[in-house]
């Protein structure tokens, strides 16, 4: 089958991705030109829409950006960049401020913003909205907002193919555009990557369907330095589900004293670190791994019954009644939990202004790897990212002008497809070989297993152009795989988020070390 590529769009601005830094960069560069969001589902369907436990900001008098700062770098595991860490918490509060006056509602109590606690935050300093539905309330108010302001476009079922670049510069991406059902060439001086990760690649994630890590794939094809991939969160608390499907459990149910147990009904987490339940993620996640394990489990469980039951509904009214759905009730029954794949730490690399190694490509959010989160994010620093350097990439094309289009045109051509891929087995396949051999616990032998299936997948599929949005999914999805098995077995320690067991300790030499991907080298290098 042969399709055309009819349609050519010209913006000043393409921002590939509609969670928390594709909108708000978007609004600001309204200011600035014209604007396109593509985003490859709804706008309800993005990593932040599904946020619950908040955005941290130093907004309460007993807090510093010095302390936000202490917790960022100590979580981070010594790998954080420091000066991307200190623009972070010291420019976090006036972004979420701008929030606030856009008209993002968080929940007040007598009067004063109502700050949760997470783990590894010595300070409450986490707003939230509507009990537990932080993200749902900010997605709302932001698609309000660009959506109002005229020369911002949003155009849903929009999904990214590939990234154009010519002489080194972002000159347009090429999409299929499922409304029409054609495909799209938008041309524009400016290209800003908001895709979001990639915790579909895990048979366990607690993000939604859409994170297959498009925007890193397309950003690897197109030369740009990827970095850091190894580095994978996993989230403590999802509900266990033994078909994969995880809703998360907030860690804000732990910061509001929510107790783990084995399958004994024994608490567990005091013998694993001192801040028991509010220990960093990777420490709690691995305690419930072992602990599981001692009784051939997967899950282990999380006790709330012991708290007020009426402060417990008003707090966690979104899990309190997804969980009543599922036949548990939070307030007299234990939740069953599972670890499972939250955050993709690394990601496309870019400057403090969110540029990216290709000049006018810019990457903002989960899919860019400013070095804010070192090995191991700390809780609630993920929204803030977005707003922070999606500020800073407004700023930086501000101070320096807009610049015009490369004149390239891929109007006219035509392009091979494959309407029918039936990958659906493929992906699942992926999916449970990334949890079980690139999760939680790796190990060289496996990741080379991993990795020779991986490759060898990737090489059936790789020269197949795809229609539908599956195909490239899949295609993205397993290099998405690759990147991060590759990561992985270069980095022969033990660090945050990525855990050897042939490796168990932190080693020093690999302090200041990442994996990198570039054009020169596709398969990974240190430096
Ligand atoms: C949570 O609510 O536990 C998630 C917060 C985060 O991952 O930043």
Known sequence: MTAHIDDKIETDFLVVGSGIAGLYTALKLGRLGEVQIITKNSVEESSTQYAQGGIAAVLDKGD??????????????????????????????????????????????????DLAREGAHSRRRVLHARGDATGEEIRESLTAAATNRENVELNERTFL???????????????????????????????????????????????????????VAAAYRCGAEIVDMEFIQFHPTALYDPEGVSFLISETVRGEGGLLRNEEGERFMEKYHEESELAPRDVVARAIIAEGKKFDKENVWLDVTHLDKKYIKGRFPNIYTTLKKKGIDMTVDTIPVVPSAHYMIGGVKTDLDGRTSIRNLFACGEVACTGVHGANRLASNSLLEGLVFGHRIFESIRKDGLRSSVKVDHTGSEQDICDDPCLWGLKQELRSSMMDKAGIIREKDELIEVIGWLEKEMKKIKNISFFNTEGHEIKNMLRVGILICRSALIREESRGAHFRIDHPDKKHGWDNKHVLFDKENPQGYVK
Request: glycine share 10%.
């Open 64 to 113: 510093s950006w010095e302390l936000h700062m202490k917790d960022t770098l100590q979580a981070g595991a010594d790998f954080c960049n420091e000066d991307a860490v200190r623009v972070l918490v010291k420019e976090g509060p006036d972004r979420v401020n701008e929030l606030i006056e856009l008209g993002t509602q968080f929940d007040f109590i007598e009067g004063e913003l």
């Open 161 to 215: 193919i590939d990234i154009y670049v010519e002489d080194d510069r972002f000159a347009g991406a090429l999409c299929c555009d499922h409304n029409k059902d054609n495909i799209v060439f938008y041309r524009a001086p400016y290209g800003i990557l908001a895709s979001g990760g990639c915790g579909m690649a895990y048979k366990n994630t607690t993000n939604p369907d859409v994170t297959t890590g498009d925007g």
